[in-house]
């Protein structure tokens, strides 16, 4: 079963120690980080955030969609977040590819045409951090007291790099 055997043990232990049972839904810290799906990012480990601290909302590149946009309504109105960080990554496969390349690689392996999906890709790693955070300033549906920061993790020193001021 691959690795579903030992991820199901390893639960098993953490359930016999936990006591976080008690949280409250909205996030103790109001923060709300959105970042990448890389494996080497740990956000809470990086950013020194206990469990119930924060919404993390992870996506291919980190990028600011449609539906990272709906969580960070959602997490922002119902859940009290004010606080938004945006944080893309050195060595990001988002960034090693094109939208097409993509398209092609799992058109290929899969056998369906993928061309109409927008993989979000980029070349410039500090100007997806800069979009993704006007993308999300411009919405006038984020509340008026929120701040948007924007940041670059580097995967090999595990520092964060800040790219566009809290504001
Ligand atoms: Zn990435």
């Known amino acids: 079963m691959g690795q579903l055997t030992s991820v199901l043990e390893a639960n098993q232990r953490f359930a016999e120690s936990f006591d976080k049972g008690e949280l409250e839904i909205p996030p103790a810290r109001n923060i709300a980080v959105l970042t990448c799906i890389d494996a080497r990012i740990d956000p809470a480990k990086a950013l020194g955030l206990e469990i119930g601290d924060a919404h993390v909302i992870r996506n291919a590149g980190g990028r600011a969609t ?45 056998g369906e045409d993928v061309s109409e999906l927008d993989f979000l890709t980029f070349r410039d790693l500090d100007q ?40």
Do not use: N
């Not at 800069?130 to 549906?141: A, E, K, M, P």
């Open 66 to 110: 449609d539906d990272a946009v709906r969580s960070l309504l959602i997490s922002s109105w119902l859940l009290g977040t004010r606080e938004f960080l945006v944080i893309h990554h050195t060595d990001c496969g988002m960034a090693k590819f094109t939208d097409e390349a993509v398209a092609e690689i799992i058109a290929e392996r899969c």
């Open 128 to 167: 997806s951090v800069r979009d993704d955070v006007d993308r999300i300033r411009s919405l006038c549906q984020i509340p008026a007291d929120a701040t948007v920061s924007g940041h670059v993790y580097d995967v090999r020193t595990g520092t964060l790099q800040e790219v566009v001021p809290a504001e």
